[in-house]
């Protein structure tokens, strides 16, 4: 039996690497179906989205010519006290403190799915895992092209050779002092910010002050330019808000209006969740 609740074998209890094997599977074709609606998400138009590409392009260039120096000079003036917490809580920003736990999830429920379990059971377990499934791709796909492109762009970081320089580039260069654009930990933490609130809305001021600390934070370790974080905030929410896209034209956690409008689908209460983990982590 699936997650879904479907059978896995007939006339006999499959085994439990059997079983497991079959969840996974399961959840594959649910990610890798073909969109079960024709109608399509609905975003600005194709001149706004310009209009808004252009107005972006512009605002990283001026802080490259305005900001970028002037907020390295005044970084490296700030005192300890101020720069010791930003460097506590900047390594918060790397996409693993998402996507181990993540993975860890969705691994358990296809390890502990199994047939003998209640069909409500098994429902809560495959809605949660689609959930997880979603949170995992819209951290983890903003990520993997932040950290392609960087490489491509190849801008060094500041200090990178003893510079400080916004408009030192080594492209196609692949090495960690010249991958400085757009930022990896403020990429993961707005990519965060949206997944995150996408599913629970309450939880949107919280996420909103972990990625404007964790982006300020590049901007006071030295790590990053100030146009670094904001060119990441952008490749950051862009790309969870398409992986959203991918899944509501699957309906998987989300669906696609008439109007286009993208609504969360609705998932099971925290305490139903807390009950079913109960029960299966019980010895």
């Not at 512009?58 to 900001?67: K, S």
């Not at 005192?79 to 999830?105: C, H, M, N, Q, Y």
């Not at 998987?252 to 689908?265: H, T």
Request: glycine share 8%; net charge positive; aromatic share 12%.
């Amino acid at each position: 039996m699936s997650v879904t609740g479907g059978a896995a074998g007939v006339g006999r209890s499959p085994s439990w690497p059997r079983w497991a094997w079959t969840n996974v599977a399961w959840a594959g074709r649910k990610l890798m179906r073909a969109p079960r609606t024709a109608v399509k998400p609905r975003w600005p138009s194709y001149a706004r989205i310009g209009a808004c590409a252009v107005a972006s392009l512009i605002v990283i260039l001026g802080l490259m010519i305005f900001v970028d120096a002037w907020a390295v000079e005044t970084a490296l003036h700030l005192p300890r006290w101020v720069v010791a917490p930003f460097k506590e809580v900047t390594d918060f920003g790397k996409s693993g403190w998402f996507l181990f736990p993540i993975g860890l999830g969705l691994a358990l429920i296809a390890a502990l799915a199994s047939p003998a379990l209640p069909r409500f059971t098994l429902l809560v377990m495959g809605v949660s895992a689609m959930r997880f499934a979603f949170l995992f791709a819209a951290i983890a796909v903003p990520g993997a092209f932040a950290a392609t492109i960087k490489r491509v762009i190849g801008r060094s970081r500041p200090f990178a050779d003893g510079l400080v320089d916004p408009f030192h580039y080594l492209p196609l260069f692949w090495r960690p002092d010249y991958a400085s654009l757009p930022s990896g930990h403020a990429t993961t933490a707005f990519s965060a910010l949206i997944a995150i609130g996408l599913l629970w809305p309450r939880l949107r001021p919280i996420m909103w002050a972990y990625a404007l600390i964790i982006a300020l934070s590049r901007v006071v370790v030295l790590a990053h330019y100030a146009s670094d974080v904001f060119a990441a905030a952008i490749v950051g929410a862009v790309g969870a808000w398409l992986v959203r896209d991918y899944f509501a034209a699957r309906r998987l956690g989300f669906v696609i209006d008439a109007d286009g409008r993208v609504r969360v689908l609705p998932g099971p209460a925290f305490a139903r969740i807390k009950k079913v983990a109960r029960r299966l982590l019980a010895p």
